[in-house]
Every structure is written in C-alpha cells, then in structure tokens.
C-alpha cells in the first residue's frame, strides 16, 4: 500500500533574473511583466499555483521588480476609475490579480542562481514541502502538470521534478535527467541529474523544465552547495545529491510532460506563445486567425 506523505500548501516563483535576452524592453520592466497577449507572463504562473491548491505564494525578487508587487496588488485609483466608468468587465480584470492568492515577496540580494533563489524562501516555506514555478514557462491550463506533481509527491515523498523529452541537439540548454520506469507511464525515477550536459555527456535526453515539488531537505543541501556552471549555485546540483541518497530527503521521481508549454524565455518561443494564446481565445481568436491566414498566404508571399 503506498504511504501518505503531506499536501503541499506554498508555491514559490523565482522572478530576480535580469531577461537580459530581451533588451532593452526589460531595462526598466522586469521580464516577468512582459504581456502575453493581455496578462503579464508571471500572471499566467500564479493563476497556475492557485489552479493546483496553492494559495500561498511567494515570490523571489530582485532590484527593479517593484512592478510585480505593485500588480498584485489593489490600485484604488484605477479600479475607482473603471467603477465612476460602469466598465464592470475591466475592473474584474484588474482586481483579479489582486484577488488571486496571498502574495509574499523577499529579495535575493545577489544573482546567485536558481538554488540560491530557492534557499531565499526557506524561512517562508520552513519544514514542509513546496512547489517551484519558474516563469519563463508557461504550461497550458488544460495540462495540469502541476497538480500531478503533487500527487506523485503525496504518494511516493521525497522531491519530483518536471521532464520533458527532446531532441538530442538540444539537451545541452536544459538539465539531463537519468531515469528508470516505474509502473506508471509518465513518472520515473531519477538516479542523477546533469545541468546542460554536452549532448554526448547527457544521460538521456529527457530535460528538466520549470517545475519542481521539493522535499524541504534540498535547503541544507543547497547551503553547502559550492556555485557550479556558470559560477552559479545550481538547483541541480542539489537535486542530484537527493537523487544520490534518498535516506537525506526521499527519492526524486519525474513526471513526464507531453502536454502544451509555452517558453517566454526566448524571444521566439516568446512570440509564438502569443500567437497560439491569442488564436485560441474566443474574443481574440476568430479575426485573428482570418487575419493570419491572410498574411501568410498573401503576404508573406509578396515578400
């Protein structure tokens, strides 16, 4: 019979990354602001949190990220506006986000890397397990990832991350994940990780993406982590030292992703998340889409 290992209850959301691939739209707004379609990307990874049961969120900042408090917040100015106007349909909109979960912000004072930013939240999150959203990915509602994450979590403990296989060229922007079948199709067990392998060193070609559920173990793991690639302390690192010795925090299993991610990180995944989001709305969706075809067929062609 399989344990019961507790329900998670805290999310927490990386955001102190400089998006210096976006230039110079993010010298004075953080990435994380950047709109898909009409709701900042980091919107997109809250409402995601609070789809899976997780209300509490907190959020690792940096300098110049004062605009992502300031939009989870209540602007009273603005919704007062919207009411004066009768525009009931944008002050639902707007009040929204601040509605959506109880938001916590602390700062990571030095760009350290992903692990670093993960040890920040270890007062707030304190001796249980949590979950991690990274916001350049953004995964379509109709594939809780998430929420199967922490299903697997509450059956198996320990930490379970988020894989994803791709081509064998490509392994080398991810982290590469060794792996075992289990009796379940789209879970593994993961016997060692490696951050952006060559793709001759990569164990397999199965990628980690932004998503992790974590045993609260990885903090004092992540606090004797020496800075690895990239002169960075890498969740990884950390991540396969768990892998190594489960008596430490439990095992680490991966479930298998084969659903719809959106990668805002580059600036043509980025692109394209907003054309598929946008084609798929039912107000947006019908003239954009005519419009679409037309331009492809008519007039990328004249080009």
């Given at each position: 019979m399989s344990q019961s290992h507790p329900r998670i209850s805290k999310a927490v959301i990386p955001a102190a990354g400089l998006g210096t691939r976006f230039l110079p739209a993010t010298k004075a707004t953080p990435?994380?602001?950047?709109?898909?379609?009409?709701?900042?990307?980091?919107?997109?990874?809250?409402?995601?949190?609070?789809?899976?049961?997780?209300?509490?969120?907190?959020?690792?900042?940096?300098?110049?990220?004062?605009?992502?408090?300031?939009?989870?917040?209540?602007?009273?100015?603005?919704?007062?506006?919207?009411?004066?106007?009768?525009?009931?349909n944008r002050l639902a909109k707007v009040q929204e986000s601040s509605d959506l979960a109880t938001m916590h912000y602390v700062r990571q004072g030095d760009p350290k890397g992903l692990g670093h930013a993960v040890l920040c939240a270890a007062p707030h999150v304190g001796d249980e397990p949590f979950a991690v959203l990274l916001g350049d990915d953004l995964i379509d509602p109709r594939d809780p990832l998430l929420q199967r994450m922490i299903d697997v979590q509450a059956q198996h403990g320990g930490s379970v991350i988020a894989l994803m296989e791709v081509a064998p060229e490509q392994i080398h922007l991810y982290g590469s994940a060794a792996v075992e079948a289990t009796e379940d199709a789209d879970v593994v067990r993961v016997g060692g990780l490696v951050e952006k392998p060559d793709a001759a060193d990569a164990p397999s070609n199965f990628a980690i993406i932004g998503r992790y559920v974590l045993d609260p173990a990885v903090f004092e793991i992540l606090r004797k982590t020496e800075p690895g690639r990239g002169g960075e302390i890498q969740l990884t690192d950390a991540l396969q030292q768990l892998a190594a010795d489960e008596g430490v925090g439990g095992p680490v299993h991966g479930v298998v992703f084969k659903g719809r991610r959106y990668d805002t990180g580059d600036r043509g995944d980025y692109l394209r998340a907003i054309v598929r989001l946008a084609c798929e709305r039912e107000d947006l969706g019908p003239d954009f889409r005519t419009w679409l075809r037309r331009y492809v067929t008519e007039e990328m062609q004249q080009r």
């Open positions: 990435k994380e602001m950047l709109p898909v379609v009409d709701k900042p990307a980091i919107q997109y990874v809250v409402e995601e949190a609070v789809a899976a049961g997780l209300d509490d969120v907190l959020m690792v900042t940096g300098r110049n990220k004062r605009p992502l408090e300031d939009h989870f917040d209540r602007n009273y100015e603005l919704e007062s506006a919207l009411e004066k106007k009768g525009d009931a």
